[in-house]
């Protein structure tokens, strides 16, 4: 049963902006609350990395490549966590991934292709 499910890649043009959204369906609010997300992002023929995260204690971290350019938040009310990527850069293109971390164990969304043109 879908525990994760990510919307809202695409293509885009080089400096162009998209907005992820990852929503946790099965979750309680206040399970959601508690629990760690984050995105990573796999791209072709590479690991997977992370990309940004947001702690149940509202901590933030980002990579370095994406500094500046992409931002995390979520909405606990509505079990969602979103992923703002603005300047998009074709070394963006990757599948990117819903992340949760919580008592229960960690837990995947299946992905969104994001590409990014030259």
């Known amino acids: 049963q879908v525990q994760l499910q990510e919307s809202g890649g695409g293509l885009v043009p080089a400096g162009g902006s998209l907005r992820l959204s990852c929503v946790a369906p099965?979750?309680?609010?206040?399970?959601?609350?508690?629990?760690?997300m984050a995105w990573y992002r796999q791209p072709p023929g590479k690991e997977r990395e992370l990309v940004a995260s947001?702690?149940?204690?509202?901590?933030?971290y980002y990579a370095d490549s994406v500094k500046g350019r992409f931002s995390i938040s979520r909405d606990n009310s509505k079990k969602k966590t979103f992923l703002q990527m603005n300047d998009l850069k074709p070394e963006d293109t990757a599948v990117y991934y819903c992340?949760?971390?919580?008592?229960?164990?960690?837990?995947w969304g299946q992905g969104t292709q994001v590409t990014v043109g030259q």
């Open positions: 992340n949760q971390v919580r008592d229960s164990g960690t837990y």
């Open positions: 099965r979750n309680s609010c206040s399970v959601f609350s508690a629990s760690d």
């Open positions: 947001s702690t149940s204690g509202r901590a933030v």
